[in-house]
């Protein structure tokens, strides 16, 4: 493992203040030092990062890797290497795989195969009831044994409150969150579209707000009652949004996510029945964004997750009612932010950036989101005036089904680099990838 000097980038430090010019130098795969003209007798490497952006790199909470059993769709491998041409440093995947991830062995073959897929870091959650049916709580302290950093059901609310209780209580055993789709699942059955006036003239079945609502509500009362951690995924809604705020203001320990497509894409454009529209949550009035904007702003909402959700192409050009929900984002997710809420006005760059990486990392419990001394040198440089175009065609990962193809982006990650090794540069070909 070579030492690297990174050389007069914007070095935003998220855990003591404004963005500064300084030299960061790595060695051994950590941070050895970040300051202003930094006189290093011998390095492997030297990068000039003038005119940069130097961060800790992002971190996914909330990703779909599909493997084992859906591999058509994404393997660990493109997932992981996906994600680091989008920035991430660390990902953690879904239990949603067939077989589900609710056992020590399954758990390990994610952790194996992360660990042998180069790109980011990938951190494997585990289904928090058996088959994820939501009827009998997994082993969680055998999952965590073996390499879980959360448990929950992916996509699934947990039905019975008895045993959300009963999960919220034991996960704090075992020192790790509980993650949850919260949702009232009756209410929402069958619904395709956000139930309104889009819904009603597209012919389309509405799934309702107020669903989300009272999922919210229930599992926050749920975590004040067991005095658990929870983290609540997706949040699409005001009401969702105001009640977060309250439970945050009791006291509760909640932390909560917002995708990109929710943060900035609204239901009107759902007109043509595009299926690159079809995402769950569905997609909200505008009303519901500002909401979910102002929320990630202010930090109720302290985390961005991706929800990447490969579909093959086979499946998304279904029609709408038979084309299954989920879109792809690892390698979208800061530009489209950075370009439509920075760049916008509504939040600043170091607020962006705490809310990709030190948000998340805390949320979950893992490291990440600070470049001090002895950290990992887990590391994007990002060109932030940088102007591209989102084309499908050109990502990573297998699925391309995106509500963003042909958007005009500005703000780039250039390199990303996991333990001070780099695993994704703009203009290699391939990009520079790394076995761990």
């Not at 590391?379 to 089904?401: H, N, T």
Request: glycine share 12%; charged share 20%.
């Amino acid at each position: 493992m070579s030492d690297l000097l990174l050389r007069g980038g914007t070095v935003v430090d998220l855990g003591i203040g404004a963005p500064r010019v300084a030299d960061l130098l790595v060695r051994g795969g950590l941070i050895e030092a970040v300051a202003s003209g930094l006189e290093v007798e011998s390095v492997g490497e030297e990068i000039d990062a003038s005119g940069l952006v130097v961060a800790p790199g992002f971190v996914d909470p909330h990703a779909h890797l599909c493997e084992p059993g859906w591999e058509h769709r994404e393997t660990i491998r493109s997932g992981a290497q996906a994600a680091a041409a989008g920035g991430f440093t660390t990902v953690c995947c879904m239990p949603d795989t067939d077989p589900v991830v609710d056992d020590p062995a399954t758990v390990g073959y994610v952790v194996a195969e992360g660990s042998r897929a180069g790109g980011a870091r990938v951190l494997p959650v585990a289904a928090l009831s058996v088959g994820r049916k939501g009827e009998q709580l997994t082993e969680f302290g055998e999952l965590v044994a073996a390499g879980a950093v959360a448990v929950g059901d992916a996509g699934r609310s947990v039905a019975s409150s008895t045993l959300m209780r009963l999960a919220l209580e034991y996960a704090q055993s075992f020192g790790v969150p509980l993650l949850t789709h919260s949702e009232d699942a009756e209410l929402a059955r069958g619904g395709q579209v956000h139930e309104g006036v889009v819904s009603t003239l597209l012919g389309l079945r509405g799934l309702p707000a107020v669903a989300e609502e009272i999922g919210v509500l229930r599992d926050i009362a749920l975590a004040r009652a067991a005095a658990g951690r929870l983290h609540i995924q997706r949040v699409s809604t005001a009401a969702a949004v105001a009640a977060i705020r309250r439970g945050l203001e009791r006291g509760v320990r909640i932390t909560a996510e917002a995708t990109p497509h929710h943060l900035l894409l609204t239901d009107d454009l759902l007109g043509d029945y595009g299926t690159e529209y079809k995402v769950s949550p569905p997609l909200r009035p505008a009303a519901d964004v500002e909401a979910v904007q102002g929320a990630l702003a202010d930090g109720t909402i302290a985390c961005v997750a991706t929800d990447h959700a490969p579909r093959h192409y086979d499946e998304k050009e279904q029609a709408f009612d038979d084309a299954p929900h989920g879109v792809v984002g690892l390698e979208t997710a800061f530009a489209v932010l950075h370009t439509h809420l920075v760049r916008g006005g509504a939040m600043n760059l170091p607020t962006l950036l705490k809310r990709m990486s030190l948000g998340p990392a805390r949320a979950l419990g893992i490291e990440g989101g600070e470049l001090e001394r002895g950290r990992r040198a887990d590391l994007v440089l990002i060109d932030p005036a940088a102007e591209w175009v989102v084309d499908p065609a050109q990502f990573l990962s297998k699925g391309r089904s995106t509500p963003f193809a042909g958007m005009r982006v500005t703000g780039r990650v250039v390199r990303t680099l996991v333990g001070g090794e780099t695993v994704w540069s703009v203009g290699e070909d391939p990009p520079a990838r790394v076995s761990r």
